[in-house]
């Protein structure tokens, strides 16, 4: 997510973890995280906490009072939506993978659990041997590297759009890029940077390795990317392509107030979900309610959430 409409002073007065609402830290505290099989992979949906958005952000263009009936089954406190940060952890015999590894405590207050997560399972951030990123928001990348300044995962290779690295890293990118995105310019240019000696850059249909392989859906950012892992009906993490599970399924065509390109967003949006839809393949959202998994079912021209 970007919070390009709202710059960054939220991150004083955002709420702590500890508000009282239900969430995947809570979830996780409370046992063993949520646990599956996918294909040759062992997963287990890990917290980083939260981030909080402004419920505007969800549905720009809707009066206020639509809006509100629009956000009715989201967690809204004080008219900000807490959206989820959900990171799939997934372990083969010869593989430990993070789907993307959250802000490490350096965006909002309420984010950067996922070390904690990963202790609680008992994974050491120098047992991770691939990380594999959707995209270089910070809620997604920040704890790239640790307070020290070294990689918080020293043993990992990175997987990176070759589309996102080219927007992010482009020498004049803070000539082209609005104001408003050059804080997480500054950010993208920062994580990537550490981790240029250990990335493979990949491309839409590019297999991270056998049962993963990249799908293309740009918008949010103009290089984000989802992933879509093998074994019975499938599973696609769907990064920022869907950030809601409810406004997003049940509102497809709504543009999404933090997507850079909103109207590529939206197609993008429509052919993941028409295309998990179409083949009951499970769906695993980052900002979707605690775990963020299920499905999408037809309802009219949109979709409705299904939890798995
Ligand atoms: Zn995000």
Not at 117 to 134: D, R, Y
Not at 276 to 291: E, I
Request: with cysteine; aromatic share 10%; glycine share 12%.
């Amino acid at each position: 997510m970007s919070d390009r409409d709202n710059g960054t002073a939220k991150l004083g007065n955002s709420p702590k973890p500890d508000d009282g609402i239900s969430d995947g830290r809570q979830a996780s505290e409370k046992g063993a995280p949520v646990s599956f099989t996918q294909g040759d992979f062992e997963v287990s949906v890990l917290t980083d906490g939260y981030i909080s958005v402004p419920g505007e952000i969800f549905a720009p263009d809707l009066e206020v009072e639509a809006r509100q009936t629009a956000l009715s089954h989201m967690k809204v406190q004080n008219g900000e939506v807490h959206a989820q940060a959900n990171i799939p952890l997934f372990r083969s015999r010869r593989d430990v993978i993070l789907f993307d590894i959250g802000a490490g405590g350096g965006y909002q207050p309420s984010d950067g659990l996922l070390q904690q997560s990963l202790s609680a399972v008992e994974v050491s951030t120098a047992s991770i041997t691939k990380i594999v990123f959707t995209h270089a928001h910070p809620d997604h990348i920040a704890a790239t590297l640790a307070a020290d300044g070294t990689l918080r995962f020293p043993n990992a290779t990175y997987f990176v759009g070759s589309a996102e690295w080219d927007f992010w890293m482009d020498p004049d990118f803070f000539n082209k890029a609005p104001l408003a995105l050059h804080d997480f310019g500054r950010g993208a240019q920062r994580d990537l940077g550490a981790i240029e000696e250990r990335i493979v850059l990949i491309k839409p249909g590019d297999d991270v390795m056998t049962g993963i392989r990249a799908i293309a859906t740009p918008g949010h950012t103009p290089g984000h990317l989802s992933f879509e892992v093998s074994g019975g009906e499938g599973l696609i993490i769907a990064g920022d392509t869907a950030t809601s599970e409810f406004v997003s399924l049940e509102h497809p065509g709504w543009r999404f107030g933090y997507d850079v390109l909103p109207e590529i967003a939206i197609e993008s949006r429509q052919r993941l979900l028409d295309r998990a839809t179409h083949d009951r393949c499970k769906m695993l959202g980052f900002h979707w309610n605690y775990p963020g998994v299920g499905f999408g079912q037809r309802a009219g021209t949109a979709y409705r959430f299904i939890p798995s």
